[in-house]
Structures are given as structure tokens and as C-alpha cells.
């Protein structure tokens, strides 16, 4: 491809969205073509040049899922196009998983043109809409179609810092089509837009709050915090284990970002410590539930894990943003404390006043803490323990342990500067792996259908570091979106896919065996709908298509980690993607 030398006097109205995009920063911008954004898909190619790269994907929610997945390994934004609005109706679900997941995305639609003179016939109708923003408005934070050219700039700064702004989100622009193919007339001046881009400073806390906050943290006894989104910000990773260490606190991870090393003693993940607490601090977690309920899947009956009389802290967005369509804020928790407040700003204070306050410990209150420490010491290490027994028990299975599989990966991965994308294999990888590092784990997927987009832009944040970028990739996610493994040929980017190959979408199939044990159904047609097999899929086979290099099906847990190594050699060697494809046990 020849390289083309950018800019010169803007001539066409999209040559001047280029020119607003390329000031905001935006490195990438991915897409699936379409004639609604044929003027901007030009002023990309041959007005801007190559200072933003065009990542074609061959369908617009992978489109979405690599921006979603770049934004949540580097905290910053790229931009997406979607044809008029049926691309945009194909993207809306990769537009709703960035907005639970507060992914800040510019997303960008064609429309129109606005002026029906000069609609084509019929074609121009049926992809139009009155108006298109309506389409994804309960999940996005922001959307709007600017009537001018001159308009644009101010647009796409507004949505562009509303993006960033916490808690961060898409946004969608559409640009009628129109306002793209017309000529530059008066010009438009852009010398204010950082001025207009600048985003605000954070949510700081009511500083009496965090005071009281502070008190009644260092105050408890037994104090545990749940961890959500304070690993947004790279720093929090420090802060929260000086914190932990200061006071003596445990840590309960939620896995939506990377907030504590796993194997530091004072993380008690899948430990008894909540039901020990008497004191709970959330710091920064939408749904207080789900950590702290347990769950009975077959007759939906919920059970508090918290201690009569435990306290409940918060620190973070509470009703921030809060949707009025969407329920992912999930059920409201009585709290005796909520402080609202962006957490990347809150927490170094809290520390802080939490120093002070230690630092006046007299000897029994040392004890004391030192003795809650110890106890989620041993809580941390039996829980481990216990992981290790239970692989130890499954290691000779064939097909392969999800257990095996992740720790024979992980002999593999330890080797090198690594990265995991969003799968953890049923989470094996958390109970196996080293999470030392904040840019180690962006956060976990967000459900079947989501995982190798996000892998896609995780892998591209990390190009060019020589950083192993491993996705250990479900193979129903993968059935959902095969064509996404073009997109890492097309573009080098240097991912290491090893499928956790169950051959059925498990999840789904262990409801249904749960149903049939409660309803006294035959449970061997629990698996009816639920199968990925006769025939069953040659991911190897499928990936060499697209220009992998590929190994597989592996189903002898002795062939993994030889052949992962030899993936994995190949990715760090050549910078391209590889896939191996790993046939395991169901769970």
C-alpha cells in the first residue's frame, strides 16, 4: 500500500471531520464499509493519509468489540464507524456491552443526507431514521447530528470528552451524508477545539465524608473490601494493597478490571472472609449483590454471605450516570456510608487519613489488626490450597481439565512480558496465574459473543511492546464471530488464542441440568440445543483460513504446554497470531 501524504486546504465538508478527529488524538478508527460515510471513508484514505489507522472489520459489532477492548487495556478511546442505521442496528450490541462496561468509544454513524432532495431512491429511505441516535440512546452517554459543518467541530469535542468523562461510556455522532459530500465553502475554524475537548478534572469525595469514611474502616475489626472498576485507573493497583497493608484489610475481587494481585496474602477471592467481616467497604462496584449474596441457580433463592450487624461502606459513582432503561446498577444495598466520589481521586486521601489514624494505634489495637492480617493470611493460603488440590485431582483427564489447561498455559506464559485479554477459563487462570502487574488482565468478558472482539483490541493496545498477548478463547464465543480472526491477520496484531474447547455453550447447558435435576426431566436431553459437535468445528482448520498459523484439536493434556510454547514462540517471533486449539472437560 502506498503511503499518502496527508493534508493541505480542506475541499470536502468530510476532509474537515478528519481534520477535528486527527486534533482529538484518535489513533485507530475501525469499521466495516458502507455508502453512508463514503465522503469520510475517503478524507481517511487520502486526505488524512495514515495518522489514523483504519482497522476493517468484517462486521460492525467486531468493530465495536475492538475499540471496547483497546479502550479497556489503554483507558482511551478510539473511534467507530457503523453504516447508517443498519450498521448501526448490527453494532447496538457491542455498543450496549462498552456502556456496562464504561468503555469510552466515539462512535460514528453516515446518515441522510438530512435533505431529501438528495436521497437516492428507496435506498437512502429504508437506511434512514428520525432520528438514528434513538437506536442506541438508552446506552450510550451522549448522541447527537450536527445540522452544519460548522457545528461538527464543537460536536465531536462535546462527545468526545464526554466519553472520557467518569464513569466513561460510547457516545454516538451521526454525520449526515451530505454534510460529508459538500464542499468547504466558509472555513471552519478549529483553533479552540482542545480548548472545547479538554475533559473536567474528577469526582472528587465531600471531604468530611471520606473523613467519617476513614474512621469507620480503620475503626472495624475485621474489615474486608470488594473491589469493581478502581483498576480502571493503573495506579489504584498500588494504592489498594498500601491500603489493605495499612489497615489490615482483605480484598474480594469482582474481576471487571484487574484491582489486586492475586496472590498477594490479603487477597481472600473465594474465600469465607465476607462472612467473617464486620465491616464491608465497595469501593467502586455497580452491583453490591453478587459478591456478597449466594445463590441457589435453580430455585433463584438469594442468601446474604454478610454477618448480621457487618457494616456496609461505599466509595464510588453511586447514582453517577445511572440509566433509567438499563438495570446493570443491579439492586440497591442498604449501606451505612456511601461516599460519591471517582475513586482514581478518592483513594490516595483515603490512604492518607487511613496512615494517620493507624499510625495512632495504641498496642491492643496493633494486636488486633495483626491478628485479623494473619487470619486472612491463612484464609488466603487454604483457599489456594484448595484450588491446587482440586486441579491436582482432574490433572490426567482427557479431554483436557480447564484446571490442567490454564496451568500448563501458564508454565508456558510465565515466561515472557504477558498479557490476558478476557477470558480466564472458568476462572483457572485467576487460581494459576501471577496477576502482578495492573496492565496484566483488562477485566473479564462480559458474556458469550464479546470475547475475541475485545481480545482484537487488547491485542492492539499492545502492539509493538513484545508483550504475549494470550486469549484463552471459548469456542461458543468464537462461533458467534469467526470472521474476527481475519481481522488479527489483516493487521499483524501478535495474539496467542488458545481455545478452552468444551464443545458446548456450558453455561447455558448447566441451567438446563439444573432444571432437570429440580423438575425430575431426563437429564441426558439436557444437552439438546446445548452441543457444538457433530459435526464438530476445526478451529485450527478455520484459523489457518484466515492465515494463522494453527495447532489442533489438542486432547492430550501432556501436548499442551509444547504446543502452546511453540505458538506462542511463533507469535513473539513473527509478531502474527497463532491458535491452538484445545479440546477440555465441560467445567
Given at each position: 500500500m502506498?503511503n499518502h501524504?496527508?493534508?493541505?486546504?480542506?475541499?470536502?465538508?468530510s476532509?474537515?471531520?478528519?481534520?477535528?478527529?486527527r486534533r482529538l488524538?484518535?489513533?485507530?478508527?475501525?469499521l466495516?464499509?458502507g455508502?453512508?460515510?463514503?465522503?469520510l471513508?475517503?478524507?481517511?484514505v487520502?486526505y488524512?493519509?495514515d495518522?489514523?489507522?483504519?482497522?476493517?472489520?468484517?462486521?460492525?459489532?467486531?468493530?465495536?468489540?475492538?475499540a471496547h477492548?483497546?479502550a479497556?487495556?489503554?483507558g482511551?478511546?478510539?473511534?467507530?464507524?457503523l453504516?447508517?442505521l443498519?450498521?448501526?442496528?448490527h453494532?447496538?450490541m457491542?455498543?450496549?456491552?462498552?456502556?456496562?462496561?464504561?468503555?469510552?468509544?466515539l462512535?460514528?454513524?453516515g446518515?441522510?443526507?438530512?435533505?431529501h432532495?438528495r436521497?437516492?431512491p428507496?435506498?437512502?429511505w429504508?437506511?434512514?431514521?428520525?432520528?438514528?441516535g434513538e437506536?442506541?440512546?438508552?446506552?450510550?452517554?451522549?448522541?447527537h447530528?450536527?445540522r452544519?459543518?460548522?457545528s461538527?467541530?464543537?460536536?465531536?469535542?462535546?462527545?468526545h470528552?464526554?466519553?472520557?468523562?467518569?464513569?466513561?461510556?460510547p457516545?454516538?455522532v451521526a454525520?449526515?451524508?451530505?454534510?460529508?459530500?459538500?464542499?468547504?465553502?466558509?472555513?471552519v475554524?478549529?483553533?479552540?477545539l482542545?480548548?472545547?475537548?479538554?475533559?473536567?478534572?474528577?469526582l472528587?469525595p465531600?471531604?468530611?465524608?471520606?473523613r467519617?469514611?476513614?474512621?469507620?474502616?480503620?475503626?472495624?475489626?475485621r474489615?474486608v473490601?470488594?473491589?469493581?472498576?478502581?483498576?480502571?485507573d493503573?495506579a489504584?493497583?498500588?494504592?489498594?494493597v498500601?491500603?489493605?497493608e495499612?489497615?489490615?484489610?482483605?480484598a474480594?475481587?469482582?474481576?471487571?478490571?484487574?484491582n489486586?494481585?492475586?496472590r498477594?496474602?490479603l487477597?481472600?477471592t473465594?474465600?469465607a472472609?465476607?462472612?467473617?467481616a464486620?465491616?464491608?467497604?465497595f469501593?467502586d462496584?455497580k452491583?453490591m449483590g453478587?459478591?456478597?449474596?449466594?445463590?441457589?441457580?435453580?430455585?433463584?433463592?438469594i442468601t446474604?454471605?454478610l454477618?448480621?450487624?457487618?457494616?456496609?461502606?461505599?466509595?464510588g459513582f453511586?447514582?453517577?450516570?445511572i440509566s433509567?432503561?438499563?438495570?446493570?446498577?443491579?439492586?440497591?444495598?442498604?449501606t451505612?456510608?456511601?461516599?460519591?466520589a471517582?475513586?482514581a481521586?478518592?483513594l490516595p486521601p483515603?490512604?492518607?487519613?487511613?496512615?494517620?489514624i493507624v499510625?495512632g494505634?495504641?498496642?491492643?489495637?496493633?494486636?488486633?489488626?495483626?491478628s485479623?492480617?494473619e487470619?486472612?493470611?491463612?484464609?488466603?493460603?487454604?483457599t489456594?490450597?484448595?484450588?491446587?488440590t482440586l486441579?491436582?485431582?482432574?490433572?490426567?483427564?482427557?479431554?483436557?481439565?480447564?484446571?490442567?489447561?490454564a496451568a500448563?498455559v501458564?508454565?508456558?506464559?510465565?515466561?515472557h512480558?504477558?498479557?490476558?485479554?478476557?477470558?480466564?477459563?472458568?476462572?483457572?487462570?485467576l487460581?494459576t496465574w501471577?496477576f502482578?502487574?495492573?496492565y496484566r488482565?483488562?477485566g473479564?468478558?462480559?458474556g458469550?459473543?464479546?470475547?475475541?472482539g475485545?481480545?482484537?483490541?487488547v491485542?492492539?493496545?499492545?502492539?509493538?511492546?513484545?508483550?504475549?498477548?494470550?486469549?484463552?478463547q471459548p469456542?461458543?464465543d468464537l462461533?458467534?464471530?469467526?470472521?474476527?480472526l481475519?481481522?488479527?491477520a489483516?493487521y499483524?496484531?501478535p495474539l496467542?488464542?488458545?481455545?478452552?474447547n468444551?464443545?458446548a455453550?456450558?453455561?447455558?447447558?448447566?441451567?438446563?441440568?439444573r432444571?432437570?435435576?429440580?423438575?425430575?426431566?431426563?437429564?441426558?436431553?439436557?444437552?439438546?440445543?446445548?452441543?457444538?459437535d457433530?459435526p464438530a468445528p476445526d478451529?485450527a482448520?478455520v484459523?489457518?483460513?484466515f492465515?494463522w498459523?494453527?495447532r489442533?484439536?489438542?486432547?492430550?493434556?501432556?501436548r499442551?504446554?509444547d504446543?502452546v510454547?511453540?505458538?506462542?514462540?511463533?507469535?513473539?517471533?513473527?509478531?502474527?497470531?497463532?491458535l491452538?486449539d484445545?479440546v477440555?472437560?465441560?467445567?
Open positions: 502506498v501524504a496527508p493534508y493541505g486546504e480542506p475541499v470536502w465538508g476532509d474537515v471531520m478528519v481534520d477535528v478527529l488524538g484518535l489513533p485507530y478508527v475501525a466495516n464499509p455508502s453512508s460515510f463514503r465522503g471513508h475517503d478524507s481517511l487520502n488524512g493519509g495518522e489514523i489507522t483504519m482497522i476493517e472489520c468484517p462486521h460492525e459489532k467486531i468493530a465495536m468489540g475492538v477492548g483497546y479497556k487495556a489503554t482511551r478511546p478510539m473511534a467507530v464507524v453504516h447508517d443498519v450498521g448501526l442496528l453494532g447496538t457491542g455498543v450496549y456491552y462498552a456502556y456496562i462496561d464504561r468503555c469510552p468509544v462512535v460514528l454513524g446518515s441522510g443526507p438530512a435533505d432532495a436521497r437516492r428507496n435506498i437512502d429504508i437506511h434512514s431514521a428520525n432520528v438514528q437506536a442506541v440512546r438508552a446506552y450510550t452517554k451522549w448522541d447530528e450536527p452544519s459543518l460548522a461538527v467541530p464543537a460536536v465531536l469535542a462535546r462527545a470528552r464526554i466519553a472520557l468523562e467518569e464513569p466513561r461510556g457516545v454516538y454525520l449526515d451524508a451530505g454534510l460529508q459530500e459538500d464542499r468547504v465553502g466558509t472555513p475554524p478549529l483553533d479552540e482542545h480548548r472545547l475537548a479538554a475533559v473536567p478534572s474528577g472528587a465531600e471531604p468530611a465524608a471520606l467519617a469514611l476513614a474512621e469507620r474502616l480503620c475503626g472495624a475489626r474489615p473490601m470488594v473491589l469493581g472498576y478502581p483498576g480502571r493503573p489504584a493497583f498500588g494504592t489498594l498500601e491500603l489493605a495499612t489497615v489490615g484489610i482483605g474480594v475481587e469482582t474481576h471487571w478490571r484487574l489486586f494481585p492475586n498477594h496474602p487477597n481472600v473465594g474465600s472472609a465476607l462472612e467473617e464486620d465491616c464491608v467497604l469501593v462496584v452491583d453478587k459478591a456478597t449474596r449466594r445463590l441457589d441457580s435453580a430455585t433463584r433463592r446474604s454471605r454477618a448480621p450487624g457487618c457494616t456496609v461502606l461505599d466509595l453511586n447514582d453517577v450516570g433509567s432503561w438499563s438495570e446493570d446498577y443491579a439492586e440497591l444495598a442498604a451505612d456510608l456511601q461516599v460519591t471517582d475513586t481521586v478518592a483515603l490512604l492518607a487519613r487511613c496512615r494517620r499510625a494505634d495504641g498496642p491492643s489495637r496493633a494486636a488486633s489488626r495483626s485479623w492480617r487470619r486472612l493470611r491463612d484464609l488466603h493460603t487454604s489456594w490450597d484448595s484450588w491446587r486441579a491436582a485431582a482432574r490433572a490426567a483427564d482427557s479431554p483436557v481439565s480447564t484446571a490442567r489447561l500448563e501458564w508454565e508456558v506464559v510465565r515466561e512480558d504477558w498479557v490476558l485479554t478476557a477470558g480466564t477459563a472458568a476462572q483457572w487462570a487460581r501471577d502482578d502487574r495492573p488482565h483488562p473479564r468478558q462480559l458469550t459473543a464479546t470475547q475475541i475485545i481480545s482484537l483490541g491485542a492492539l493496545a499492545h502492539k509493538g511492546t513484545g508483550r504475549l498477548v494470550v486469549d484463552l469456542d461458543g462461533m458467534f464471530d469467526a470472521g474476527a481475519w481481522v488479527a489483516r499483524r496484531l496467542l488464542v488458545v481455545m478452552f468444551n464443545r455453550y456450558y453455561n447455558d447447558w448447566e441451567h438446563q441440568e432444571l432437570a435435576r429440580q423438575r425430575g426431566t431426563p437429564m441426558e436431553r439436557a444437552a439438546i440445543g446445548m452441543a457444538i457433530d478451529f482448520a484459523a489457518r483460513g492465515g498459523w494453527a489442533g484439536p489438542v486432547t492430550d493434556p501432556e499442551v504446554r504446543t510454547r511453540e505458538a506462542a514462540d511463533h507469535v513473539l517471533g513473527t509478531g502474527l497470531p497463532a491452538v484445545v477440555c472437560q465441560p467445567k
